[in-house]
């Protein structure tokens, strides 16, 4: 009887797996309007309504939808009536009125009633709108300059006077700078309208210096990249920067092949990694005085300390010392306490090892340690920036200020008296903390944190003065969350592993239940059995925990075969438990099990969301342990999922095309196949933001990139390998795989493709390019991986 029972069952399983739809490339890979359009840029209006672009009809655009929350239900909002949505303002103090920019002019709006108020009415633009701390004038910028409005008598006052004249300016000397003014000089002879053109200029330009304010001080920025302008609380100080880029550094230039003109067009591109960097000061006009001076940085502790890998170069390294140079810093934006008598900077250095908080004294520009975070690889992480975008620093009153650390190894909040620098950390443990927020009545924060588990993230609620997080949603995956404005509501774009996003609102409350507001998955989707792949952790040889998500097939294939992914971007995660960005490659994963191979996408050392040791495992090093780890989850899929050995391959893109190579040549015994997709080559020729905060710079730190690029390592190719690359990637060049393919044809290297998609950039967008190069990755693994 159990045998029989064994048997139905055994019937039933493979009858309900040969009856589920079966997946191709061609279905996976075209428009991806086939699977429904996840909600999108959701954002509280002013209104108090809840707006986000959706496409639930798969039009060729998304349209913006509104929901109330009294209705769920979605509205497509009329595109008449998109104008009139306002969802980017500020609040007065007493979160009574709000301030918005719409097309250009200057608005105020009572924030319950919505009557509404035209400030401005000019051709210029007008933009940055914000109440005066007496809530009686709007602070705006008009060109480069600040204003003062009255909204009780609607005077304009001028606060600033930049003026591009007078400054310093760099230009071009010799042959090309005389050609071109004989150009310049001969198109003037020839053509009467460009004279009098030239005239009308020169006469506008002397009324406007007849006209200018007489009493406002003119400040002389030249061609100087102008920044940051901003006013005191007190109206006093002016701050803002000045940033100069360096002439000689030379950009690159894209090749495009397919254009509309018939002629080869050359795409501008960015410098590599190395060239000079523009240099960047921070000024205060002090208003009261009618004098501008710089902020002294001099002063900065550990201003001139040299990072560690100069010990590599001993020589460099005394030149150096003796030169006793400051290191080069910028100053970020201002951040004054409401009552105008404090004001706080981040100032982070250029070689990225320092980032310092510090009190800034407006009257001298002098600056004064409150909290100092060095990392001798790079300051980066969650809510703390570095050469990854700004991060968090506001008033929790009128002494104190937050901000985010990995003092302890992973990103928590801290708390600074601006006075004595005493510090207190508020959050702890092996978790991390993103989008931090403080609730309008300042006592309260909010924040995103993946406490519960690495690959879950909840929205949080805690007191300012610390104590016990407390979770605010309750659906374990991932929680995108917008807090309403006047904090009652949360809009969540939620999503687990196999269900995409969708947009959820529930009521800011402890243990309230998120409701779904859209559907957007269609019914094709629907059809087939996504997996829900597991997140499993295993240690590398270093004995750090690696966490991973494993596909593991229904009927394996005779020869054992598995795959590894590698995803890209270097430092992100996709071991989680929300819909991967990588969305293609999931259905791909799903084809290959289906197929009959195990399929391993592990968040190797570098990836987001385990800390700062894992961050920085690379530094000075990539291809090793990010590689290693690699090895290690084969090792796992050989020991603890039976695969074989011999029929292991590896793909990625980008970042995972590094990583693919770099397998393909120093782990031969491993990998037998590998397709690597728009790969860094050689890291000396990817750009300077990224690479010089994990390489330092090529001419500074040889070492580094001669261990770190695939190109120095071609020689030990003995599997079969593809490369794919878009002709018109401006981030990583084509000119990376060019390079390669010469040096694999020198070396007499026969086991290996280039494929080669002459519209596609980075990130490839053409149904068909997708098709064609998941094809040959699939061809490859069905021919070298089933031995």
Not at 318 to 339: F, H, I, P, S, T
Request: some cysteine; hydrophobic content about 35%.
């Amino acid at each position: 009887m159990h045998k029989i029972l064994f048997t139905l069952a055994f019937i039933g399983v493979h009858l309900l797996y040969a009856q589920q739809p079966v997946l191709t490339v061609e279905q996976i890979m075209r428009d991806p309007k086939w699977m429904g359009t996840p909600p999108d840029g959701i954002r509280w209006g002013a209104d108090g309504n809840l707006y986000f672009s959706w496409n639930p009809d798969a039009q060729p655009s998304a349209s913006l939808y509104r929901i109330t929350t009294s209705d769920y239900t979605p509205q497509k909002v009329d595109e008449a009536d998109e104008e009139t949505v306002v969802s980017h303002y500020v609040f007065d103090s007493a979160r009574r009125r709000i301030v918005f920019e719409r097309q250009g002019d200057i608005y105020v709006r009572e924030w319950r009633s919505g009557k509404e108020t035209r400030l401005t009415h000019t051709a210029a633009q007008e933009r940055n709108p914000r109440f005066s701390r007496d809530g009686q004038s709007v602070i705006f910028q008009q060109g480069d300059d600040l204003f003062k409005l009255s909204l009780l008598g609607h005077e304009w006052v001028q606060l600033t006077h930049f003026s591009r004249e007078g400054g310093r300016s760099e230009k071009r000397q010799g042959t090309t700078a005389a050609q071109e003014r004989w150009l310049e000089n001969d198109q003037l002879q020839l053509f009467q309208v460009l004279r009098e053109r030239k005239q009308q200029d020169s006469l506008r330009k002397v009324r406007q210096d007849k006209a200018g304010p007489s009493s406002l001080k003119t400040i002389a920025i030249g061609d100087a990249i102008l920044s940051m302008q901003q006013l005191s609380p007190d109206e006093r100080f002016v701050t803002y920067r000045l940033t100069r880029r360096v002439n000689g550094n030379r950009n690159t230039a894209v090749p495009n092949y397919v254009t509309e003109s018939g002629y080869t067009e050359h795409i501008p591109a960015r410098t590599k990694v190395g060239n000079p960097l523009p240099v960047s000061h921070t000024y205060i006009y002090d208003r009261h005085r009618d004098t501008v001076y710089e902020v002294v940085t001099a002063n900065i502790p550990g201003i001139k300390d040299l990072p560690d890998f100069w010990d590599d170069y001993p020589e460099e390294r005394a030149k150096r010392l003796e030169a006793d140079a400051d290191r080069q810093v910028q100053v970020g934006q201002v951040a004054w306490n409401d009552a105008g008598t404090a004001a706080c900077v981040v100032v982070t250095a250029t070689d990225n090892k320092d980032r310092w908080i510090m009190r800034l004294d407006a009257e001298t520009g002098g600056l004064h340690l409150i909290n100092r975070q060095r990392d001798e690889a790079w300051i980066a992480g969650p809510g703390i920036g570095g050469s990854w975008g700004g991060g968090s620093l506001g008033w929790v009153d009128q002494k104190t200020v937050y901000f985010q650390s990995e003092a302890s190894g992973y990103s928590h909040i801290y708390v600074a008296d601006v006075y004595s620098g005493e510090t207190r950390q508020l959050t702890t443990g092996r978790w991390e903390v993103s989008n931090l927020q403080l609730a309008a009545d300042g006592r309260h924060f909010y924040f995103t944190a993946n406490k519960v588990h690495p690959g879950i993230t909840h929205f949080y609620g805690m007191p300012v003065t610390g104590g016990d997080p407390v979770q605010l949603t309750q659906l374990d995956g991932g929680n995108e969350v917008a807090l309403s404005p006047d904090e009652q509501w949360l809009a969540i774009r939620y999503a687990y592993s196999n269900k995409p996003w969708e947009l959820y609102m529930q009521p800011n409350k402890p243990g309230a239940k998120a409701i779904q507001v859209t559907e957007s998955v269609t019914a094709a989707f629907k059809a087939y059995p996504w997996r829900e792949p597991e997140v499993i952790s295993f240690s590398n040889r270093s004995g750090d925990e690696v966490y991973a998500r494993l596909y593991r097939p229904t009927a394996p294939k005779a020869g054992r075969p598995a795959v590894i992914f590698v995803h890209g971007a270097g430092y992100l995660q996709n071991a989680h438990y929300w819909w991967s960005q990588y969305f293609r490659e999931y259905f791909f994963h799903n084809l290959l099990a289906d197929l009959g191979y195990t399929v391993l996408d592990i968040d190797y050392t570098g990836s987001a969301g385990y800390g700062r040791d894992h961050r920085t495992g690379i530094y000075r090093h990539m291809g090793g342990k990010d590689l290693s780890d690699q090895v290690d989850g084969a090792r796992l899929l050989v020991e603890q999922y039976g695969v074989n050995p011999k029929n292991i391959g590896i793909y990625g893109g980008s970042y995972g095309g590094f990583i693919t190579l770099m397998a393909m040549f120093n782990e031969p015994d491993v990998f037998s196949a590998g397709a690597a997709l728009r790969s860094v080559t050689d890291w000396a020729h990817y750009n300077h933001g990224y690479t010089s905060n994990i390489l330092n710079e090529p001419f500074t730190d040889p070492i580094a990139y001669k261990r770190s690029s695939p190109i120095y390592f071609a020689e030990g190719l003995r599997g079969h390998l593809l490369m794919c690359h878009g002709m018109v990637d401006v981030n990583v060049h084509f000119q990376d795989i060019v390079r390669l393919s010469q040096r694999l044809i020198e070396l007499g290297k026969e086991n290996w493709e280039l494929a080669v998609y002459p519209v596609e950039d980075h990130g490839f967008v053409e149904p068909s390019s997708w098709t064609d190069e998941y094809k040959r990755i699939l061809k490859l693994f069905e021919q070298h991986l089933d031995n």
